[in-house]
């Protein structure tokens, strides 16, 4: 887990530079994986473009921004273009832009309601089900050069499935190194705080996970629940590592 940490870091550094992230808001997470390879995948919820205090962009030692209009605008639309590589397509603050983001979104399966309200900040439906091959990540944005996972599932060599969150991670994870903002604002963003919960249930074998009072048993199905907010940093973000029978 420590590797896949790093990892995560390594690969989010360009998200980091350009100051945004897409997170969680308030949303429910539900994950039911089964021994046939059934599984089914809801979030109900918030998603958003958390932006920091503008901190991140900041030169390298030596170098100075260019205080005329043209070299700020010059940088403001590189910061933009970078933007909407990573995101395919959303840019924080464009109103218009994410409207029309949250129509395409909407297209694709699974996406049952993709509504822009503003603030940067999506209302969601989304609901997926199927057979489990060997990756399941959300969300996947289409045409996005980085995706930064809420929820992901990646198959071991030995066939277990590590169950893993890392945008859910709050202060103490990735989220954490743009500053407070992602769990609750800075006063210059409306950036909406995480909170949410995350339950996954399976009738396969527990190796190992997070919670912190372990897995509840409903006849064969065991249910494991975690609360994702800033008091819940100290943990982590959910992870988990299940064994189905096939």
């Not at 870091?9 to 994986?33: E, H, M, N, T, W």
């Not at 046939?36 to 900041?58: K, P, R």
């Amino acid at each position: 887990m420590i590797q896949f940490g790093k990892l995560i870091a390594a690969l989010s550094i360009p998200l980091l530079l350009v100051g945004c992230l897409l997170v969680p808001g308030k949303f429910d997470s539900q994950l039911r994986l089964m021994n046939d390879g059934t599984y089914v995948f809801t979030y109900n919820g918030q998603m958003q473009l958390a932006e920091d205090d503008g901190n991140s962009m900041s030169p390298p030692s030596g170098e100075s921004n260019d205080d005329s209009p043209e070299g700020g605008d010059k940088d403001d639309e590189q910061k933009n273009a970078a933007m909407r590589s990573i995101f395919g397509g959303a840019v924080p603050g464009d109103d218009e832009g994410l409207k029309e983001f949250a129509a395409q979104l909407a297209k694709y399966d699974g996406w049952n309601k993709v509504e822009y309200v503003g603030d940067n900040l999506f209302e969601v439906e989304y609901m997926v089900s199927g057979n489990f091959d060997q990756m399941f990540a959300f969300p996947t944005i289409p045409g996005a050069t980085m995706q930064f996972p809420f929820v992901q599932i990646i198959r071991r060599s030995g066939g277990e499935l590590e169950i893993s969150t890392p945008a859910m991670a709050g202060p103490g994870g990735l989220a954490g190194a743009m500053g407070p903002m992602p769990m609750g604002g800075s006063g210059k963003n409306k950036t909406q705080p995480i909170d949410g919960s995350f339950t996954i249930e399976t009738n396969g074998e527990i190796l190992s996970n997070n919670t912190a009072d372990g897995y509840k048993s409903d006849g064969a199905v065991k249910k494991l629940q975690w609360k994702v907010n800033e008091a819940s940093s100290a943990t982590g973000s959910p992870r988990a590592i299940v064994k189905l029978a096939r």
